[in-house]
């Protein structure tokens, strides 16, 4: 029976956790990723699983915000996740075993899971002068990056950093960083921007790529759809102040004790996509809208450079300003992004292949597209 | 006589390299390197001096905000602000709320694997697990079966064959001490400091909408907009209520598991009280300003010097004494590399002289690190939360002075076992006591502001760069949970011409100086007893005890202005 055998399903159930909670829990994932809800049995057989697959986490040119936006996560739970769901094998900061032991164990993935573990890369990879701003074992980054990300099912790049280099990446780019992609040519990368990541997602992405053996659907940057297919300024809950017309002048104004909009202190919603403002941070608590300091546009690419400086109002563009309905402000701001959700959205496109796992464990099958 | 080598230093930020060489069973001599360089000074160059706290906040991603709040500080030094009272306050319980889940997760995620064997916990008895956690603490979670379930859920991983994170651990080594059964007392803290963290931190996403990386300060004040009757304002009552509430939790989960947890385990590793002391100097910049923060005699945490483990003296701390070296780090000064430089004058030349990776050691007579080597009046200092209850206990800080003396008692152990490995965790877990109980009371001074119409939280005054004189500079100190923290900004043309950050971790993980003395972590780690050279267990309790964070300690600025230079092989 699904939600019996795995060692989460047990887990839960240890702790007093019931059948209908666990599948309520199902639910919640399914409805982050904007999935029909009859895929939630494929979800609960997944969690179910005897045979956890394999998942390493490296870190390069990082500040590990990445792995402690991990740390926060909720559904599942971080625990959950290194107990239960996966066999988190290699993460330097929260790993038990160090140095020889620490490589060892990278070693043994690549060898004995080949073709089969998911690698998620944390930080940026610098270029220049041989890569040696950046060493682990002796190694360079991009020496572990291409060996570990070449042998792998999947990678998932967390952060800015790790998708384009992100402020490391930053003009000068003192030591020619630059994200997985741009690293290794030719490796298949889902890119979870943001800075850092918000846990909410790359939960959501990995439980899509337990499920079904492949990831999302994706947007031209690799990015998933569910995650960064809309404009921040369109699920803004200061949105009703902008409509109307009331902003935050100064800081600590009346306007800003009163929640008005942000956009005249510079927030970046009307150009960012992201879906920091229903998702939200740390269990849903709050975004950094909600909490009164304007949107920097983190999960755009580049954003350092193209999305600073943070506190001058978005460029004038003919028509754009205060009396400008915001969808005009959207289209200008995310055309491409929308034609390409569009061109990708019907054609069904998924980037990565169907690879069975060695545990032979049963592959469902994928909606045809993501309606929601 | 052996090298080894431990890289990557594991359950730590960024990337750190240590390499020892061991004679009879002990660590004779030992090197630290960051091997990490990223440059974020360089980048802030040319940056709007207002923003240069979201930028610099990205040096670490652990201890996030401390460099967000150096950064504010230092700008506002320059331009000459002083932020509204309630900004102090919220920017204090931002700060406390840090160093306690920072202290937390350091205790149970990153330094307990050295001291529990959880392989071992699968041995013990629950009944008797419960008799143990119910002896040294009343907290509720304590019974028989919940421990059964602890230990099933272990037991499940281990049969699995999966081990996970845990797979390539040191179980079985003979430097575990711990019995069984507190072992799997360890276990269920260790996965109950999961969940604590998670939750306490929400403070800072009331606060700052999101944990790590807050998106909140402000040079001049806070954007936590604060209003009694509008439910838009960050800042309203219900918030406050919510703020008090998970305080509180802090509170409970400090006194009654983690304090009690490190009590028992220096139970069963006292050796450690006399291992790891390190230079035997300590230095706080201090923090936690009580009022202005121009005035240093009233921070919570006191400034001050103790040098060469003497407590009857604290010394001034003057920043003019701060020099760098990097005679053994991978730059180049034009005066030659035997010379420090203070900061201010400093130069950064990154050129990179070691072994041309893949590499098996590192030319530790030469250059061996991406970190400086900072000094004051020429000595190394160990910078922390050991150095800050030591400075604070030596100015006779009341409160700080009662609860060590009394762990002291508990403890059966004179003053002196501070200066060590177990000295840095002890420190560590009564700093986040002390920190915990000042956090209700500075949310309850702001609530209290709040219920009363103060709602005055940016001072915008000079926020129109227009109003700023044509060059400025100035400092911003903090006490982040890892140590003294300062940023140093100059500013012209309303653009940052020159930035900088002295780290804690580069004091504490900083290579030789010209005259050969040792970094704190090299100091601390001679002598240090290695059973198996293959699994160096006891290298890492010490390393850990200071709780390393290489991604801040790699910074490095060319405080005049000249042009970095990358090194042309």
């Known amino acids: 029976m699904a939600g019996s055998g795995g060692l989460l399903p047990r887990a839960l159930r240890a702790r007093g956790v019931s059948r209908r909670e666990f599948v309520k829990f199902c639910e919640l994932m399914v409805a982050t990723l904007a999935l029909p809800t009859r895929y939630v049995s494929a979800v609960e057989k997944t969690f179910s699983q005897t045979i956890r697959p394999v998942l390493v986490w490296l870190e390069f040119q990082d500040c590990a915000g990445n792995t402690e936006s991990m740390l926060r996560t909720s559904n599942p739970t971080v625990a959950e996740f290194v107990l239960e769901l996966l066999s988190w094998e290699y993460h330097e900061t929260i790993m038990a075993g160090a140095g020889k032991q620490a490589e060892e164990a990278l070693e043994r993935v690549v060898r004995e899971h080949k073709g089969e573990y998911i690698a998620v890369v944390e930080g940026a990879i610098p270029t220049a002068d041989d890569g040696v701003y950046c060493t682990i074992a002796g190694k360079t980054a991009l020496q572990i990056a291409t060996h570990v990300c070449t042998n792998s099912a999947a990678n998932i790049a967390v952060g800015a950093c790790a998708w384009d280099g992100g402020l490391v990446r930053a003009n000068p780019n003192p030591t020619g960083a630059v994200g ?12 979870l921007g943001g800075c850092p990541h918000n846990p909410a997602n790359t939960a959501a992405v990995l439980t899509h790529y337990l499920t079904f053996h492949q990831m999302p659907a994706l947007d031209q940057y690799n990015r998933p759809l569910f995650a960064y297919g809309n404009l921040i300024h369109d699920q803004c809950e200061r949105r009703a102040h902008y409509d109307a017309g009331r902003f935050v002048e100064e800081w600590g104004d009346e306007g800003h004790r009163k929640g008005y909009c942000l956009y005249k202190m510079g927030c970046k919603g009307p150009e960012a996509t992201y879906n920091c403002p229903t998702v939200r941070w740390n269990d849903g608590t709050s975004w ?38 915001a969808d005009e402000i959207g289209w200008v701001a995310t055309g491409a992004v929308a034609a390409a959700m569009v061109a990708q959205v019907a054609g069904n496109f998924v980037r990565d292949q169907i690879r069975p796992t060695k545990a032979g464990n049963e592959v469902t099958k994928p909606p045809e597209s993501h309606e929601a | 006589m052996a090298r080894i080598v431990v890289d990557p230093v594991t359950r730590i930020e960024g990337h750190l390299r240590i390499e020892a060489q ?10 630290s390197s960051g091997t990490m360089f990223r440059g974020i000074e360089l980048i802030l160059r040319g940056r709007d001096p207002r923003e240069a706290w979201i930028w ?47 202290h937390v997760l350091h205790f149970y995620l990153l330094h307990a694997l050295d001291c529990v064997d959880i392989v071992s916990a699968l041995k013990a008895d629950p009944a008797k697990t419960s008799q143990l956690a119910q ?46 059964e507190a072992n799997l007392m360890a276990v269920a803290h260790y996965l109950e400091a999961l969940t604590f963290q998670r939750e306490f931190i929400r403070i800072h996403a009331v606060l700052g909408g999101k944990n790590p990386h807050l998106q909140t300060f402000l040079v001049g004040g806070m954007a936590t907009a604060m209003d009694p009757n ?21 509170i409970a989960f400090v006194n009654q598991v983690y304090i009690p947890d490190v009590l028992a385990v ?20 201090g923090g936690y300003p009580q009022g202005s923060i121009k005035d240093p005699a009233n921070f919570f945490l006191p400034r001050g010097i103790i040098l060469n483990r003497d407590l009857s003296k604290v010394h001034p701390v003057d920043p003019a004494n701060v020099t760098e070296y990097v005679t053994h780090s991978w730059y180049e000064y034009s005066g030659g590399d035997q010379v420090a430089k203070h900061p201010y004058e400093g130069e950064t030349n990154p050129k990179y002289s070691g072994p041309k990776p893949p590499y098996e050691f590192l030319e530790v007579d030469q250059k061996y690190s991406w970190l400086k080597a900072p000094r004051y009046q020429d000595q190394p200092m160990e910078v922390g939360p050991l150095a800050r209850l030591l400075v604070a206990y030596s100015s006779g800080q009341q409160d700080v002075k009662a609860l060590v003396d009394a762990t002291l008692a508990k403890l ?94 580069t004091w504490n993980a900083g290579p030789r100086d010209a005259r050969g003395q040792q970094g704190p972590y090299e100091a601390a780690l001679v002598k240090t007893p290695i059973a198996e050279p293959e699994r160096p267990l006891e290298l890492l309790r010490t390393i850990h005890s200071f709780d390393p964070c290489l991604a801040c300690a790699v910074h490095v600025v060319d405080a005049r202005g000249r042009l970095y230079a990358r090194a042309e092989a």
């Open chain 1, 180 to 191: 997985l992609q741009e690293a290794v040519p030719g490796v298949q990368v889902v890119n």
């Open chain 2, 56 to 102: 610099a906040q990205r040096i670490c991603g652990v201890c996030t905000m401390v460099h967000a709040l150096a950064s504010v500080n230092a700008v506002e030094d320059a331009l000459g602000i002083e932020v509204p009272d309630n900004a102090r306050l919220v920017r204090n319980i931002i700060a406390a709320t840090q160093t306690v889940q920072d």
């Open chain 2, 266 to 285: 220096a139970g069963f590793y006292r050796d450690w009280f006399e291992l790891g002391a390190g230079v035997g100097n300590y230095m706080s910049y």
């Open chain 1, 288 to 325: 950094p809208v909600k909490a009164g300091h304007g949107c920097i546009a983190c999960a755009s690419h580049r954003f350092w450079d193209t999305k600073s400086p943070f506190y001058k109002r978005l460029p004038s563009v003919p028509g754009f300003g205060v009396d400008v309905t």
């Open chain 2, 22 to 31: 061991v004679e009879g069973g002990k660590i004779a001599e030992a090197w």
């Open chain 2, 412 to 505: 059966k152990a004179p003053p002196a076992a501070l200066f060590s490995t177990l000295g840095r965790v002890a420190a560590r877990a009564l700093e986040t006591q002390l920190l915990a109980s000042r956090l209700t009371s500075w949310i309850e001074q702001l609530r209290d502001n709040l219920a009363s119409g103060n709602v005055r939280i940016h001072n915008g005054e000079k926020w129109d760069p227009n109003s700023w004189p044509k060059t400025a500079q100035g400092f911003g100190f903090f006490e982040a949970p890892r140590g003294s923290l300062g940023h140093w900004v100059e500013i012209e043309d309303q653009v940052i011409k020159n930035y900088q950050a002295v780290v804690p971790s």
């Open chain 2, 135 to 180: 002896s040294i603490s009343d907290w509720p979670l304590s019974s028989a079966k919940y421990f059964k379930g602890i230990q099933d859920r272990v037991s499940a991983l281990v049969a699995s064959k999966q081990l996970s994170l845990f797979g390539a651990g040191y179980w079985g080594h003979p430097a575990y001490h711990l019995p069984p």
């Open chain 2, 230 to 250: 509008e439910p838009g304002a960050t800042i309203n009552p219900e918030r406050m209520d919510f703020l008090l509430q998970v305080a509180k939790s802090a």
